[in-house]
């Protein structure tokens, strides 16, 4: 029978000291506070995270209040300390998939940060496009987390809370050692602080160049995961170069099919012979 006695505030607590994530956790537990699990129904989870994140989508909604609240509940249902709980998550709609910059895009819009003179802006978004790093990271990244010798740099603090680290294009290479002349070990290598303002500098460069605008998310890491794939490299591969641990936001959110993913095949299949001579 379950102890009546324990508060989700513990059951909280407890999950955080034996490995549990705590990234969005302050905010539920100040909401639930001291109530006891026997109390705390999936109605009442709903509600929590339609009181904490107003107006927000579905998927944050789930990702960021629901998910983190029902590891704690099946953390306290293990220890004795509640019953089980099934907890319907909110419904969200099919993302929309977008267009990612292709090569010629990336070249034109590299071609023209460099005729204005924006090096830096330049390379921010190739550096998201040949890594897969999120805008957040790559506006974070500071020299001493940068190795141009071994081709490589450390995200700190990745959206998953884990460390990551990248390897470099020859190109980024050039490029970031050219940026580098007189940088401090502590310099943003950038010089950006928030995505704002990149995504700002992206859209006027964009204006001048005549190419479609796309925000570095979709020049980023929506680049990067299908111009690997369309390299020929396997989806395991690009997952793991570009950061990715659910298969499911890899496939459902990033990667898209070919236009003509049916004639692709069947050239592909053509250059196998299956006829024989009977």
Known sequence: MADKSHTFAEAAASHIENGGEARYLPR????????????????????????????????????QALAPARAVMIHAYERGWCGPMRLRRFRED???????????????????????????????????????????????????????????ILLVKTKTDTNSPRTLTDEMVDRLAALQEGAALDDRVFGYRCRQSVNARIRKACERAGISYKPSHTCGRHSFANNTLELGLDIKTVMHAGGWRSSAVFLGVYARAHPNAGRVVADRLSHYEYRTDI
């Open 28 to 63: 539920i537990v100040e909401y639930f506070g001291d109530r006891p699990l026997a109390e705390v129904f999936p109605f009442d989870l709903r509600q929590m995270a339609k009181a904490l994140y107003p107006g927000r989508s579905n998927a944050t909604l789930n990702r």
């Open 94 to 152: 099919t993302p929309k998939r977008r267009e990612p910059a292709s090569p010629t895009w990336l070249h034109a819009f590299a071609r023209q940060c460099m005729i204005e003179g924006k090096p830096q802006l330049a390379a921010l978004v190739l550096l998201m496009a040949t890594t897969g790093a999120r805008v957040t990271e790559a506006i974070n990244l500071r020299w001493r987390e940068v190795d141009l010798r071994r081709r490589s």
